[in-house]
């Protein structure tokens, strides 16, 4: 919980870079995608969330398992802010 009011407190304090037509998601660090602003990170992280899903998955959203994935990335990104998002998605989103 306190890591989520803190993911929170940092998203809404930092300064959101203008909105782009296509986002190279390869090339975003984690200290960027923390502080690309509330809109961004949901629309990532949802992405991110299919994009890790296995082909033969339900396409079900299970809301308790995607706020825990959310965390898991959210921190991986706060101890490691240079590593790059999806170096961080692969360590906390991919399946075993």
């Known amino acids: ?3 989520a009011a803190a993911l929170f407190a940092a998203v809404t304090l930092a300064s959101a870079p203008a909105l782009a037509q296509t986002l190279d998601l ?3 660090k984690c ?3 923390l502080g690309s602003g509330k809109d961004n990170i949901a629309v990532i992280i949802t992405w991110l ?3 890790y ?3 033969d998955d339900p396409p079900i959203i299970d809301f308790a398992k995607f706020s825990g ?4 990335l959210a921190k991986y990104c706060a101890e490691n802010p240079d590593n ?3 170096t961080a998605a692969d ?3 991919a399946k075993d």
């Open 69 to 72: 994935n959310t965390e898991k």
């Open 53 to 55: 899903k296995d082909k």
């Open 49 to 51: 969330d299919g994009y």
């Open 26 to 28: 390869s090339t975003i």
């Open 91 to 93: 360590k906390t989103l």
């Open 31 to 33: 200290k960027d995608f």
């Open 1 to 3: 919980m306190r890591l």
């Open 84 to 86: 790059g998002l999806i």
